[in-house]
């Protein structure tokens, strides 16, 4: 069992910037890829990135492509999601992911594990 923490959420004017992080409890973490979603209210919760076990290949919504950059590092456990020019649409509770598997695979919503989520909130 993984357990997957969520951390750097908060509010931000529109244009700004977060770095959300996703700490997890077990080493089997770097054995598997990780991704982040996210659900906004009254919406059905979405795909956003993920990335690799090893970090060489990443994948991304197309509303975020070129805003978002997905990364890890094994080595703390720790998978990251840093957000570029904000918008009010990205507001939203933003969920880290793992499961095995190709990380398209995990983009359908394929996931083993959840984190209880971090609010992010862009203020226009």
């Known amino acids: 069992q993984v357990q997957l923490v969520e951390s750097g959420g908060g509010l931000v004017q529109a244009g700004g910037a977060l770095r959300l992080s996703c700490a997890a409890s077990q080493r089997t973490f770097n054995n598997l890829p990780m991704g982040w979603f996210r659900q906004a209210p009254g919406k059905e919760r979405e795909f956003v990135a993920a990335?690799?076990?090893?970090?060489?290949?990443?994948y991304y919504a197309d509303s975020v492509k070129g805003r978002f950059t997905i990364s890890r590092d094994n080595a703390k456990k720790t998978g990251y999601l840093q957000m570029n020019s904000l918008k009010p649409e990205d507001t939203a509770v933003y969920y880290c992911?793992?499961?095995?598997?190709?990380?398209?695979?995990?983009?359908?919503?394929?996931?083993?594990?959840w984190g209880q989520g971090t609010q992010v909130t862009v203020s226009s």
């Open positions: 992911a793992a499961a095995p598997g190709p990380i398209v695979r995990m983009a359908r919503g394929n996931v083993d594990y």
């Open positions: 990335i690799t076990w090893g970090g060489e290949s990443t």
